[in-house]
T-cell receptor, first 116, second 110 residues
Framework: GAVVSQHPSWVICKSGTSVKIECRSLDFQATTMFWYRQFPKQSLMLMAT?????????EQGVEKDKFLINHASLTLSTLTVTSAHPEDSSFYIC????????????FGPGTRLTVL | GNSVTQMEGPVTLSEEAFLTINCTYT??????LFWYVQYPGEGLQLLLK?????DKGSNKGFEATYRKETTSFHLEKGSVQVSDSAVYFCALGGYSTLTFGKGTMLLVSP
């Protein structure tokens, strides 16, 4: 139980294009989803928190117009990197929390984004 | 603000060796402490947790004790296996957010 998937697992795109990453909770309803970014040999940095049906709350320094987050259902959240540039290349990880399960976060396997 | 510092890896051990991965933290208030493990190609999984000082979290032979006086939450295992090879993340937080350390890679050879 408590499985979170991400799609795609890796993506390569050209500079200036937009990329959408999906995060799904497969066997539970995720009232809250989190998006993290991880640079090589670095910590996971929280980008934003989204609650189903509400606007995402972004961490300081994260451009909300560049990283669009939608959490339209209890099992799906999407992160869209708009007008991607090489500096956006990173490993993006989502997690999901079900209020019935307490505060534990269940993590997806991550998406490797490379912007050429 | 909150921060977590972990020992840098990789940590390379032979099977059945004793494991310690150090983790120290700075935090306001009284956070919960966690160890997550990430196996190759998989997401992070909660390994163990402790919610208050002197609590010991344990799972799969791993254990860690919440030491408020030394602000530490070191991960230990008495006898590692090849299957324990993974990246281990120390984290602190609670209901709203988690703050992670950089992760420590563990490599166990037969």
């Amino acid at each position: 139980g408590a499985v979170v998937s991400q799609h795609p697992s890796w993506v390569i795109c050209k500079s200036g294009t937009s990329v959408k990453i999906e995060c799904r909770s497969l066997d539970f309803q995720a009232t809250t989803m989190f998006w993290y970014r991880q640079f090589p040999k670095q910590s996971l940095m929280l980008m934003a928190t989204s609650n189903e049906g509400s606007k995402a709350t972004y961490e300081q320094g994260v451009e909300k117009d560049k990283f669009l987050i939608n959490h339209a259902s209890l099992t799906l959240s999407t992160l869209t990197v708009t007008s991607a540039h090489p500096e956006d290349s990173s490993f993006y990880i989502c997690s999901a929390r079900d209020y019935l399960g307490g505060y534990e976060q269940f993590f997806g396997p991550g998406t490797r984004l490379t912007v050429l | 603000g909150n921060s977590v510092t972990q020992m840098e890896g990789p940590v390379t051990l032979s099977e059945e060796a004793f494991l310690t991965i150090n983790c120290t933290y700075t935090a306001t208030g009284y956070p919960s402490l966690f160890w997550y493990v990430q196996y190759p190609g998989e997401g992070l999984q909660l390994l163990l947790k402790a919610t208050k000082a002197d609590d010991k979290g344990s799972n799969k032979g791993f254990e860690a004790t919440y030491r408020k006086e030394t602000t530490s939450f070191h991960l230990e295992k008495g006898s590692v296996q090849v299957s324990d090879s993974a990246v281990y993340f120390c984290a602190l937080g609670g209901y709203s957010t988690l703050t992670f350390g950089k992760g420590t890679m563990l490599l166990v050879s037969p």
